[in-house]
């Protein structure tokens, strides 16, 4: 993988907040930043019986569930077939441990309605739950982050990015490959918060330091993909790619990467048709 000189006119093309972890989001036109991600996104998430995270790895029908997102952090739950339901945030009492991957995370039951629906839609007991102090609750793994820095409910950090051109050369691979009736694929099987548009394939590998708009963010690491890209995000099927490409043309030792993982620097509101412009 080799890095292309800087982009000239880069913009910001999309922002996608996502309120539940792997439940379908929304596209806003602008979008605060905070210190652990946009404002709303992945302060949800269901957790099963034990308090560990369930996602599209175990149940890919999360993808035709969606969460809007209300004032004030609340969510409305929607899904084919069932009636909607709309969670308020809980009071910050009655804290319970959950497990986030390799973190314990404390977080605040959303509520016996939203246990019953959600674990209704997808046919196994879950439980709904809100991060209620996202600067305290989760650090950024400390190799790629600085003292005091935190993490929403994503998966590792507080915004991913994505880049348009770099999506169009992954597909051509796929339309090259053995797998072809498979592509081309949309973005949304990657869940960015921020797509930028404007770059040569794959510039992104490069950055270490961006701006967009007014707001600063650290380029912490690539990102590595999981099952979750195979999840067509309209038809909850799962396939082999993009990860079969990936494997391909786009292994680091055991990731297989597409994106960038993001940490604010300086926060601020992000706007489509921001400029983006690489510091570092």
């Given at each position: ?53 369930v ?9 035709s569930a ?10 409305k ?9 709309t969670?308020?945030?809980?009071e910050p ?19 016996p ?12 007991a ?13 650090p950024?793994d400390?190799r ?8 929403s ?5 507080p915004?991913?990015l ?5 999506l ?11 797998l ?32 967009i ?16 890209t ?6 909850a ?11 391909r ?5 055991n ?15 992000l ?10």
């Amino acid at each position: 993988m080799t890095a292309v000189s800087q982009p000239v006119h880069a913009v910001l093309h999309g922002i996608h907040i996502h309120p539940v972890k792997s439940l379908t989001g929304c596209a806003p036109g602008s979008a605060a930043v905070e210190p652990w991600g946009l404002a709303g996104d992945r302060r949800w998430m269901l957790v099963d019986e034990n308090g560990k995270a369930v996602t599209q790895r175990q149940h890919p029908r999360l993808a035709s569930a969606a969460a809007e997102p209300l004032p004030g952090g609340a969510v409305k739950l929607s899904a084919p077939g069932r009636e909607p339901l709309t969670v308020a945030v809980p009071e910050p009492v009655g804290a319970i441990g959950a497990q986030l991957f390799r973190d314990k995370v404390d977080v605040v039951p959303g509520g016996p309605a939203a246990d019953t629906w959600l674990s209704s839609y997808l046919g196994a007991a879950v439980r709904l739950v809100h991060l209620d102090e996202p600067a305290v609750r989760r650090p950024i793994d400390p190799r790629y982050a600085r003292p005091g820095e935190t993490v929403s409910l994503a998966d590792g950090y507080p915004l991913l990015l994505t880049a348009l051109s770099s999506l169009d050369a992954l597909n051509s691979l796929i339309a090259g490959g053995d797998l072809p009736d498979e592509g081309p694929l949309p973005m949304d099987r990657f869940r960015p918060n921020v797509v930028v548009a404007g770059t040569p394939p794959w510039a992104e590998d490069g950055w270490t330091r961006i701006a967009i708009g007014d707001v600063v963010l650290r380029v912490a690491k690539p990102c590595g993909r999981c099952v979750v890209t195979t999840v067509d995000q309209r038809t909850a099927e799962r396939g082999r790619e993009p990860l079969r490409t990936l494997a391909r043309h786009r292994r680091v030792d055991n990731d297989l990467l597409f994106g960038q993982n993001l940490v604010p620097e300086r926060t601020g509101v992000l706007h489509v048709g921001d400029p983006v412009r690489i510091l570092e």
